[in-house]
């Protein structure tokens, strides 16, 4: 400590001297006119904070949320059964018809019952926040009258000036990103991303880190309710079965799953190797274990297909999506939709590590049509997506904030790298994500987690 600041404490400190001489000495008290400071209230405070920090995780947040969900959609359920039931003309199909509904409404009520308690543990739960927060309050201002210098007034300034920065920096908006003509799919500007709408962890809980989720973007007639989930269940690399919900809340609710097989284990010439992938025309499209090919996986025969991308394309964590703390392991390939079929996202040595995007003729088996390379460094995003013939990645900007950053436009060539579109998130990294066309919304898996985001547009 310098000379000046020991010369400052002193002013402020109210002191009383007495000084008494016996030969060349001299003794002096040095006494301390202030009240001790009471750490052992700011140690309650401290204690308290953590409690209540224990208390409320997003956990439980999401409990509420997956409820009204699993609601929602029950709900919609039972009012097509009812139509349908109102249209049958068999009496055999009626009596069956009724019993599904008198089961159905026991389901409904059996999910009233636990959103109530669930909404009452909530409310018990906020009055007790609520009281803890003001006792807080209380203490912390008693406490701040210790504070001769002013550290804390001065800290709070300093922070509301770092606030006002970034609000002013996120006002200074991008010029638009590029905009797709209406004859292309008919949606302006892309301008914010809103959510998450969805948030929930997978039935398997926090087991597997690694999957892919979403609904097919040409289903069948009937189909166009169900959802897929899959996860990679060795080591986060590898999965051999394609999960499916009739409905978003069975996903939620963990109900009424089937399972088809591509495999019998982990791994085998056709395993799913990677995150990233699609369910297009009851299909899925991925990436083939240990090869540069796409797999084609049809749902319904289990047959299988595949096309090879250029020989150069990386594989094998060769290329993978990262930032400066971490790669996604085995994200080579990214699969992709919008408006106009599925695509595939890689990187090759011929195009220096850079994103290639080709995209994929649906057929059987598939071929690979219009290719375009871009001077996008795959190993800089942390993943991508299209809307309406334009590529979007993006980057991580910290554990809560992800940011889409740069855009190529299919139809015109262009590249942008000054986007700055950001969003929450839920957990730190997301392994995949795909937009879906039908409801612009975005399908995230992040550590466990599926979530949905919508896309915004002017």
């Given at each position: 400590m310098?000379?000046?600041?020991?010369?400052?404490?002193?002013?402020?400190?109210?002191?009383?001297?007495?000084?008494?001489?016996?030969?060349?000495?001299?003794?002096?008290?040095?006494?301390?006119?202030?009240?001790?400071?009471?750490?052992?209230?700011?140690?309650?405070?401290?204690?308290?904070?953590?409690k209540?920090?224990?208390?409320?995780?997003?956990?439980?947040?999401?409990?509420?949320?997956?409820?009204?969900?699993?609601?929602?959609?029950?709900?919609?359920?039972?009012?097509?059964?009812?139509?349908?039931?109102?249209?049958?003309?068999?009496?055999?199909?009626?009596?069956?018809?009724?019993?599904?509904?008198?089961?159905?409404?026991?389901?409904?009520q059996?999910?009233?019952?636990?959103?109530?308690?669930?909404?009452?543990?909530?409310?018990?739960?906020?009055?007790?926040?609520?009281?803890?927060?003001?006792?807080?309050?209380?203490?912390?201002?008693?406490?701040?009258?210790?504070?001769?210098m002013?550290?804390?007034?001065?800290?709070?300034?300093?922070?509301?000036?770092?606030?006002?920065?970034?609000?002013?920096?996120?006002?200074?908006?991008?010029?638009?990103?590029?905009?797709?003509s209406?004859?292309?799919?008919?949606?302006?500007?892309?301008?914010?991303?809103?959510?998450?709408?969805?948030s929930?962890?997978?039935?398997?809980?926090?087991?597997?880190?690694?999957?892919?989720?979403?609904?097919?973007?040409?289903?069948?007639?009937?189909?166009?309710?169900?959802?897929?989930?899959?996860?990679?269940?060795?080591?986060?690399?590898?999965?051999?079965?394609?999960?499916?919900?009739?409905?978003?809340?069975?996903?939620?609710?963990?109900?009424?799953?089937?399972?088809?097989?591509?495999?019998?284990?982990?791994?085998?010439?056709?395993?799913?190797q990677?995150?990233?992938m699609?369910?297009?025309?009851?299909?899925?499209?991925?990436?083939?274990?240990?090869?540069?090919?796409?797999?084609?996986?049809?749902?319904?025969?289990?047959?299988?297909?595949?096309?090879?991308?250029?020989?150069?394309?990386?594989?094998?964590?060769?290329?993978?999506?990262?930032?400066?703390a971490?790669?996604?392991?085995?994200t080579?390939m990214?699969?992709?939709t919008?408006?106009?079929?599925?695509?595939?996202?890689?990187?090759?040595?011929?195009?220096?590590?850079?994103?290639?995007?080709?995209?994929?003729?649906?057929?059987?088996?598939?071929?690979?049509?219009?290719?375009w390379?871009?001077?996008?460094?795959?190993?800089?995003?942390?993943?991508?997506?299209?809307?309406?013939?334009?590529?979007?990645?993006?980057?991580?900007l910290?554990?809560?904030?992800?940011?889409?950053?740069?855009?190529?436009?299919?139809?015109?060539?262009?590249?942008?790298?000054?986007?700055?579109?950001?969003?929450?998130?839920?957990?730190?990294?997301?392994?995949?994500?795909?937009?879906?066309?039908?409801?612009?919304?975005?399908?995230?898996?992040?550590?466990?987690?599926?979530l949905?985001?919508?896309?915004?547009?002017?």
């Amino acid at each position: 400590m310098s000379q000046s600041h020991i010369f400052i404490l002193m002013i402020v400190i109210p002191l009383s001297f007495s000084q008494s001489a016996t030969g060349k000495e001299c003794v002096c008290d040095l006494k301390n006119l202030d009240p001790p400071f009471p750490k052992d209230e700011l140690t309650k405070v401290e204690t308290a904070v953590l409690k209540c920090i224990g208390s409320i995780t997003s956990e439980k947040m999401t409990d509420l949320d997956r409820l009204v969900l699993g609601l929602q959609q029950r709900i919609k359920q039972l009012e097509d059964d009812v139509v349908m039931l109102e249209k049958a003309n068999s009496n055999l199909y009626a009596a069956v018809s009724l019993r599904i509904i008198e089961l159905e409404f026991g389901e409904i009520q059996d999910l009233l019952n636990k959103l109530n308690r669930t909404t009452s543990d909530y409310h018990h739960q906020g009055v007790q926040a609520a009281a803890q927060l003001d006792d807080m309050k209380g203490a912390m201002v008693e406490l701040e009258k210790f504070d001769k210098m002013q550290v804390i007034k001065k800290y709070r300034e300093n922070q509301m000036k770092k606030t006002l920065e970034q609000c002013k920096d996120e006002l200074k908006a991008s010029s638009p990103p590029p905009t797709a003509s209406p004859g292309r799919c008919g949606l302006g500007q892309m301008v914010n991303v809103a959510g998450p709408r969805t948030s929930s962890i997978t039935p398997y809980s926090t087991s597997y880190a690694y999957g892919a989720w979403g609904r097919d973007m040409k289903p069948a007639p009937g189909d166009e309710n169900k959802y897929w989930l899959v996860v990679l269940t060795s080591s986060n690399v590898y999965g051999y079965y394609v999960r499916q919900y009739s409905t978003l809340s069975t996903l939620l609710l963990g109900l009424g799953l089937k399972d088809t097989y591509i495999s019998n284990s982990n791994p085998t010439t056709n395993t799913i190797q990677g995150p990233n992938m699609v369910m297009y025309s009851n299909a899925l499209y991925y990436n083939c274990y240990n090869t540069y090919s796409v797999c084609r996986f049809n749902m319904t025969t289990r047959a299988i297909s595949t096309v090879a991308l250029p020989s150069d394309t990386g594989y094998n964590n060769k290329f993978p999506f990262g930032h400066l703390a971490t790669s996604y392991s085995y994200t080579d390939m990214d699969f992709a939709t919008d408006e106009s079929g599925v695509y595939v996202i890689y990187g090759t040595t011929s195009n220096f590590g850079n994103v290639v995007i080709s995209k994929i003729e649906t057929s059987n088996p598939p071929v690979l049509g219009q290719t375009w390379k871009t001077s996008l460094y795959k190993i800089t995003a942390t993943n991508t997506f299209m809307v309406c013939g334009v590529l979007y990645a993006t980057r991580y900007l910290d554990k809560e904030t992800e940011q889409i950053f740069y855009s190529y436009d299919t139809k015109t060539n262009k590249e942008r790298y000054d986007l700055k579109i950001k969003f929450k998130k839920m957990q730190t990294n997301i392994e995949f994500l795909n937009y879906d066309p039908r409801d612009h919304l975005l399908y995230v898996y992040s550590d466990a987690y599926i979530l949905t985001y919508e896309l915004i547009f002017q």
